[in-house]
């Protein structure tokens, strides 16, 4: 399977980067042909401009944005994003790269005349998002009904193939994790995420 690992934090020494390791090595170790994006590293800029927001409904103009990245989406068959949780959302790089990637003509397409969007990724099988949170579960779950998740999971994962397969992995309270429990969840996130995306 062709996997898109989508990485976005900016410390190379963090837990999140830690995650994002083990997360490529346990899919190439299935056999998985993946693709590494490191939006840091590759200088993505997230940054919608006012063309590019006046030309958002012109699918050739959208396509132009950020041709690379347009295509390494459209090719995939499984996407994995890996991130912190930062203020109840995802960090801005990430934010970013849906504004500016996952475009009309892209990742779905506008019927005339308005009304519901359609789904255009249908290359993508397979969603698994890999995360932290700096709060206790019970406050992403009950108290803020887990956004990051809602807009993840719920939405933007629509846009994929009909029958697209989801895991969503996250450890809470990052800030007062022990060792122990980030070894733990570390050990969790390399064996759910080779097991979910299967043998290559």
Not at 108 to 124: C, D, K, Q, S, V
Request: proline residues 6%.
């Amino acid at each position: 399977m062709r996997v898109l690992v989508v990485y976005a934090h900016p410390v190379e020494e963090s837990f999140v980067s830690a995650l994002h390791q083990c997360t490529v090595k346990a899919l190439r170790d299935a056999g998985h042909e993946v693709d590494d994006c490191d939006l840091y590293r590759e200088g993505f800029s997230p940054v919608l401009t006012p063309d590019e927001r006046r030309a958002y409904h012109d699918v050739t103009a959208n396509r132009a944005i950020a041709p690379e990245h347009v295509e390494r989406l459209r090719r995939c068959e499984g996407l994995v994003l890996v991130f912190p949780t930062w203020w109840y959302g995802m960090p801005a790089i990430l934010k970013g790269w849906f504004d500016r990637v996952w475009a009309a003509g892209v990742a779905f397409t506008l019927p005339e005349g308005g009304g519901a969007i359609r789904p255009a990724l249908h290359n993508i099988r397979k969603f698994a998002v890999v995360t932290t949170y700096g709060s206790p579960w019970w406050l992403m779950k009950l108290v803020l009904r887990d956004p990051v998740r809602a807009v993840l999971i719920g939405g933007l994962r629509r846009l994929c193939a009909r029958d697209c397969r989801w895991v969503f992995l996250a450890l809470s309270n990052i800030d007062g994790a022990t060792p122990a429990r980030c070894a733990r969840f570390l050990a969790r996130v390399e064996r759910t995420i080779a097991r979910f995306m299967g043998p290559a």
